[in-house]
Nanobody, 114 residues
Framework: VQLVESGGGLVQPGGSLRLSCAAS????????MSWYRQTPGKERELVAAISGGSGDSTQYADSVKGRFTIFRDNAKNTVYLQMNRLTPEDTAQYYC???????WGLGTQVTVSS
């Protein structure tokens, strides 16, 4: 199993980023996927999760509801996190995980700053 995140970077407050997580080594469509984030000194927190198959079911942390969208493309074995109206509080290392964390990527850094 391999999960590789990309798309992080530096963005101004109010801006947008789209994170991608390319998956390999398993039947991607059969598994739910999730995004977590972590800042130094804090526990890793669940940001968003999506069910397997067509991804009809999603869930979000209260802090990102209405701003972030998780979606998947099973043809590309990729799960995405569209992040809009970013704030400095969204600054963190973002991780992709299979289901709710049996496998993890190495993460991608998102920094929101003017």
């Amino acid at each position: 199993v391999q999960l590789v995140e990309s798309g992080g970077g530096l963005v101004q407050p109010g801006g947008s980023l789209r994170l991608s997580c390319a998956a390999s080594g398993f039947t991607f469509s059969a598994y739910g996927m999730s995004w977590y984030r972590q800042t130094p000194g804090k526990e890793r927190e669940l940001v968003a999760a999506i069910s397997g198959g067509s991804g009809d079911s999603t869930q979000y942390a209260d802090s990102v509801k209405g701003r972030f969208t998780i979606f998947r493309d099973n043809a590309k074995n990729t799960v995405y996190l569209q992040m809009n109206r970013l704030t400095p509080e969204d600054t963190a290392q973002y991780y992709c995980a299979r289901t709710i964390g049996d496998y993890w990527g190495l993460g991608t850094q998102v920094t929101v700053s003017s």
